[in-house]
């Protein structure tokens, strides 16, 4: 059923902006989420389609919907404070899944930036509500703690391809979540008694202080953190 993955955030074969540039790395990203089967799977964020868009000019979702037939599974998390939490733990570590490299880096908690990561989650969610009802684009609508648990999810994208669901392993990813994550929920709602998380919310936060975004402002362009990055 494809190799999903954030497959558009590879290095681009050709530099530059032109179309050549965008096919280059379209099919890139086609060829390294494609199966023996011939399927495809690709992981897309809103950062996806807003940068692709700024860059090329292309809808990248369009795009896909016109090559493929498309299944479109949108993931949401329950529990978005301990998203958020995972989050700020993953840009700390670097480890972004319960089966990615560790490394001897502890996270520590730092209540602003999972201030700032729970709005951008929702402007995220958001992103992807008005994107779908805007293009009358049809999707199931999936929760992430579902997708752990396996079945439910198989079943609906094994139908979708015509497959039976024989043979597949369960996802060896699990939650992340465990005691450090518990922690931090009871110390975030403890500082929210006494503090207020829009002093972070992303709106409010200036551009980086760099020498790359003064050039940046300087001719124009986007300045960082780009929009649903952080």
């Known amino acids: 059923m494809g190799q999903v993955d954030e497959w558009l955030d590879t290095k681009p074969p050709e530099s530059g902006t032109t179309k050549q540039a965008f096919e280059a790395l379209y ?11 011939g399927s495809f799977g690709l992981k897309l964020f809103p950062r996806h389609l807003l940068v692709l ?25 329950r529990d978005r404070v301990a998203q958020a939490i995972s989050f700020s733990r993953a840009l700390q570590t670097g480890q972004w899944s319960s089966e990615g490299p560790r490394r001897d880096v502890k996270a520590t908690y730092d209540f602003a930036q999972i201030c700032r990561l729970y709005f951008l989650i929702g402007e995220s969610y958001a992103f992807w509500r008005d994107y779908l009802a805007a293009t ?3 999707y199931e609508h999936v929760y992430y703690e579902d997708m752990v648990s396996f079945d439910d999810v198989l079943n609906t994208c094994a139908a979708f391809f015509g497959l039976g669901v024989e043979g597949f392993e369960p996802s060896p990813l699990k939650v992340q979540r465990d005691a450090m994550t518990d922690e931090f929920k009871e110390r975030f709602k403890a500082d929210l008694r006494v503090r207020s998380p829009l002093e972070f919310h992303p709106k409010l936060q200036a551009p980086d202080r760099t020498a790359s975004n003064l050039a940046k402002a300087f001719r124009g362009q986007q300045t960082k953190p780009y929009p649903f990055s952080y």
């Open 136 to 138: 009358g684009s049809s």
């Open 53 to 77: 868009q700024k860059k090329y000019g292309v809808d990248v979702f369009h795009r896909l919907s016109q090559d493929f037939e498309t299944m479109r599974l949108f993931v949401e998390r």
């Open 27 to 37: 099919a890139k990203a086609v060829d390294l989420g494609s199966s023996s089967n």
